[in-house]
């Protein structure tokens, strides 16, 4: 029995093209389409899949809907000499009513009720025309978002900018002149309440010393005294000893 045709109309569907450079991930879309009136189960299978990210790379396509799959290329060191070997497949089956498990789907699947279509990678750095119309295609982008946006506002003259610039920087610096003399004021302020509190320490501790002074006379000049008195006494009883 001959072998059915892939039902699945890809897009593209022959080579799947990568543009580096290849530093980065390189992603690129497949596109499944289902023209037929029945449900259709699929996977994505690829040579080399250490290389490759591939979402989603299995499931079921409705009657007339499409799937697009991402298929994700890792960072590589390019050699353009060196020609891509890898490929792709997919496979693809009618799906049976009431599926639930996917696994049973495709290990009970007979190869006769198997479609599949293959795919090449290929991979192209980009060239100087490449550049050149994406960098057209981002103006044109530009230009239609300013298209959108409606009429431009007029902006004011060189001229007018310059006199408004003054005016603002004039009444800045007016605004920092009177911070400044209001700050040297305060400094003043400051440095004469300083030495209003010095000097009156200093005659604090004049007073407090002055008064020691006078503490330590009155104590030296009344020792002497004391001493006067208790040697008349200590004479007056010795004298009164010797005439009695």
Not at 4 to 27: A, M, S, W, Y
Not at 70 to 96: C, G
Not at 156 to 181: F, G, H, I, N, Y
């Amino acid at each position: 029995m001959s072998k059915l045709e892939q039902i699945l109309i890809l897009d593209p569907p022959h080579d799947l093209r990568f543009k580096g450079p290849f530093t980065d991930v390189v992603t690129t879309n497949l596109k499944l389409k289902n023209p037929s009136e029945k449900r259709v189960c699929f996977k994505v299978k690829t040579t080399a899949p250490r290389r490759y990210c591939v979402r989603p790379n299995s499931g079921i396509i409705d009657a007339g809907t499409t799937v697009t799959v991402s298929v994700m290329l890792q960072p590589f060191d390019y050699d353009p000499n060196e020609k891509s070997k890898h490929k792709f497949m997919v496979q693809t089956t009618f799906a049976p009513p009431n599926v639930s498990d996917m696994e049973a789907v495709w290990k009970d699947a007979k190869p006769d009720e198997l479609m599949d279509s293959k795919l090449r990678c290929v991979f192209e750095l980009p060239t100087e025309n490449d550049k050149v119309n994406d960098i057209d295609s981002s103006k044109a982008a530009v230009l239609n978002a300013s298209k959108l946006e409606g009429p431009s506002v007029p902006k004011p003259s060189p001229a007018s900018l310059d006199d408004t610039e003054k005016k603002k920087l004039m009444e800045e610096c007016k605004r920092l002149q009177s911070e400044v003399m209001k700050l040297e004021d305060e400094n003043r302020q400051l440095k004469d309440d300083g030495l209003r509190m010095r000097k009156i320490h200093r005659s604090d501790n004049m007073v407090s010393n002055t008064s020691a002074l006078m503490g330590r006379d009155q104590g030296s000049s009344s020792l002497p005294s004391l001493l006067v008195v208790i040697a008349a006494i200590f004479i007056g009883f010795f004298l009164g000893k010797f005439i009695l």
